[in-house]
T-cell receptor, first 114, second 111 residues
């Protein structure tokens, strides 16, 4: 089976712009979670989608949003980008809900905000 | 509160055993996980243990769970240079199985 894929792998944006990141889970997996990873804050949970519904949400401002499509693919959007949004954004999929099953991570999207 | 704690660094000699420790706070945790992250890559699921188990072994990896002390450890036997990575532990807790992550332990291998 193909692993979790994320596009794009690298992205450079300017403050104030918006960005959309995409994640394709492993075939058959229904849960997709998003994480932000930075050297200073470590791994921070953004949200989890399961069967197109947001199941869990981390402590991020409303500028961060996501959605999941009927084929389980997920997108994450960040509006009004700030310098502090520069990070590696990781997507993970699991067969069952996250936390009941091991998660499989994609390689991440490296976002740089200038 | 909810917290998972890990030491930030561990240095071991090649060929020795590595023991990476993790403490968690929620006694109702149901699953506990170990993940590995190599430089420039996403996280890789290594193993996980149910809270009703004390130990799980998988080739060179041994997970020990002490529920009384809320302590989880990952032992890597015969540590190799390829084991150099950051190791994260995570617990799932609550009726919604929310995942709480540790900050990660960087394993450094000395020749």
């Amino acid at each position: 089976k193909a692993g979790v894929t994320q596009t794009p792998r690298y992205l450079i944006k300017t403050r104030g712009q918006q960005v959309t990141l995409s994640c394709s889970p492993i075939s058959g997996h229904r849960s997709v979670s998003w994480y932000q990873q930075t050297p200073g804050q470590g791994l921070q949970f953004l949200f989890e989608y399961f069967s197109e519904t947001q199941r869990n949400k981390g402590n991020f401002p409303g500028r961060f949003s996501g959605r999941q499509f009927s084929n389980s693919r997920s997108e994450m959007n960040v509006s009004t980008l700030e310098l502090g949004d520069s990070a590696l954004y990781l997507c993970a999929s699991s067969l069952g809900a996250a936390g009941t099953d091991g998660q499989y991570f994609g390689p991440g999207t490296r976002l740089t905000v200038t | 509160g909810e917290d998972v704690e890990q030491s930030l660094f561990l240095s071991v000699r090649e060929g020795d055993s590595s023991v990476i420790n993790c403490t968690y706070t929620d006694s109702s945790s149901t699953y506990l996980y170990w993940y590995k992250q190599e430089p420039g890559a996403g996280l890789q699921l290594l193993t996980y243990i149910f809270s009703n188990m004390d130990m799980k072994q998988d080739q060179r990896l041994t997970v020990l769970l002490n529920k009384k002390d809320k302590h989880l450890s990952l032992r890597i036997a015969d540590t190799q240079t390829g084991d150099s990575a950051i190791y994260f532990c995570a617990e799932s807790m609550g009726s919604n199985y929310q995942l709480i992550w540790g900050a990660g332990t960087k394993l450094i291998i000395k020749p």
